[in-house]
């Protein structure tokens, strides 16, 4: 009946958030790791020169 439907609500609620807690904790771990490498390893992650916004885009030849 309904008690059944509020139990499996319930349940279903503290799985889901869990799943979810522990996920993003997941995620967190691999973040500071691959940060942290990048900070060890800045030769491997040079930035590059930023570039213009013309120097991006193709010369436009209007078709007629």
């Known amino acids: 009946g309904v008690h059944r439907q509020i139990l499996f609500t319930t349940v279903g609620?503290?799985?889901g958030y869990y799943l979810?807690?522990?996920a993003e904790y997941?995620?967190?771990k691999l973040d500071?790791?691959?940060f942290e490498y990048v900070?060890?390893?800045p030769e491997d992650?040079?930035?590059k020169e930023k570039k213009r916004i013309g120097e991006l885009l193709e010369?436009?030849?209007p078709v007629r």
């Open 13 to 15: 609620w503290f799985v």
């Open 20 to 22: 979810t807690k522990r």
């Open 26 to 28: 997941i995620h967190a």
């Open 32 to 34: 500071r790791e691959l």
């Open 39 to 41: 900070k060890q390893h």
């Open 45 to 47: 992650f040079k930035t």
């Open 59 to 61: 010369d436009f030849y």
